[in-house]
Antibody
Framework: EVQLVESGGGLVKPGGSLRLSCAASGFTFSSYSMNWVRQAPGKGLEWVSSISSTSSYISYADSVKGRFTISRDNAENSLYLQMNSLRAEDMAVYYC????????????????WGQGALVTVSS | EIVLTQSPGTLSLSPGERATLSCRASQSVSSSSLAWYQQKPGQAPRLLIYGASSRATGIPDRFSGSGSGTDFTLTISRLEPEDFAVYYCQQYGSSPGTFGPGTKVDIK
C-alpha cells in the first residue's frame, strides 16, 4: 500500500523558516517524481514544487521561487521542502504527492497524496 | 499560465441524480492532459481521472471524464452519498500545472 506521511508543520513567525518532510513507503520511491502542493485555508489547490526521480529536474512556482528548496533522499525514501522567508500568504496545508509523468514545472498529475502538514505563519 | 474555470461553483443534487461538472481552460490543454480530483473535508485530494478520460485505479465506473482542447467534463452517473465533495480539475500539459477553483457537490 502506497503511503505518504508529512511531518514538520507548525507555527512560525513571518520571515522564519520551516522544513517539511515526507516519508514514503509501499512503492519504489526512487522511480517517481514527487510534488509539493499546498492549500490555503478554505481555498483551492496550488502546485508548489516538483523534483524528478534522480533530482535532475527541479521546478518551483513563481510564488515560492528563491525562498523554498525541494530535495529528496532516495536511500531514505524521503522528500523535503525547506521553506525560508515565510510570509502570511504561505500559510496552508502542504501535501506531498507522487507524480506521474515528467512533472517538470508541475506538468504531471498526482496519483497518491499524503494527509498534509499545516504551516501557520503568524506573529 | 493556463487558467481553469470550473462551473457551477456549487451543484445541489440528490442521491441517485446525475452530476455534470465543467472545466474550461483559457488555452488549449495539450494532449488532453487534464485530471480530476475529489476532496472531502479534512482529507487529501483523491485522483479520479487523468488524461481527460482515464479512470484512476479503484475509481467506480459511475465517474467518467470527457473533453479536449479547452472544454472538459466530469460526469457522475448516479450520485452515491459518499460522492458529495469538492471536485477540482488540473491541467498538466503546460508549465506551470494549474488547478481550477473547484465545484462543490452538495446534498439538495
Amino acid at each position: 500500500e502506497v503511503q505518504l506521511v508529512e511531518s514538520g508543520g507548525g507555527l512560525v513567525k513571518p520571515g522564519g523558516s520551516l522544513r517539511l518532510s515526507c516519508a514514503a513507503s509501499g512503492f519504489t520511491f526512487s522511480s517517481y517524481s514527487m510534488n509539493w502542493v499546498r492549500q490555503a485555508p478554505g481555498k483551492g489547490l496550488e502546485w508548489v514544487s516538483s523534483i524528478s526521480s534522480t533530482s535532475s529536474y527541479i521546478s518551483y512556482a513563481d510564488s515560492v521561487k528563491g525562498r523554498f528548496t525541494i530535495s529528496r533522499d532516495n536511500a531514505e525514501n524521503s522528500l523535503y521542502l525547506q521553506m525560508n522567508s515565510l510570509r502570511a500568504e504561505d500559510m496552508a496545508v502542504y501535501y506531498c504527492a507522487r507524480g506521474r509523468l515528467a512533472c517538470t514545472g508541475g506538468t504531471c498529475y498526482s496519483d497518491y497524496w499524503g494527509q498534509g502538514a499545516l504551516v501557520t505563519v503568524s506573529s | 499560465e493556463i487558467v481553469l474555470t470550473q462551473s457551477p461553483g456549487t451543484l445541489s443534487l440528490s442521491p441517485g441524480e446525475r452530476a455534470t461538472l465543467s472545466c474550461r481552460a483559457s488555452q488549449s490543454v495539450s494532449s488532453s492532459s487534464l485530471a480530476w480530483y475529489q476532496q472531502k473535508p479534512g482529507q487529501a485530494p483523491r485522483l479520479l481521472i487523468y488524461g481527460a478520460s482515464s479512470r484512476a485505479t479503484g475509481i467506480p465506473d459511475r465517474f467518467s471524464g470527457s473533453g479536449s482542447g479547452t472544454d472538459f467534463t466530469l460526469t457522475i452517473s448516479r450520485l452515491e452519498p459518499e460522492d458529495f465533495a469538492v471536485y477540482y480539475c488540473q491541467q498538466y500539459g503546460s508549465s506551470p500545472g494549474t488547478f481550477g477553483p473547484g465545484t462543490k457537490v452538495d446534498i439538495k
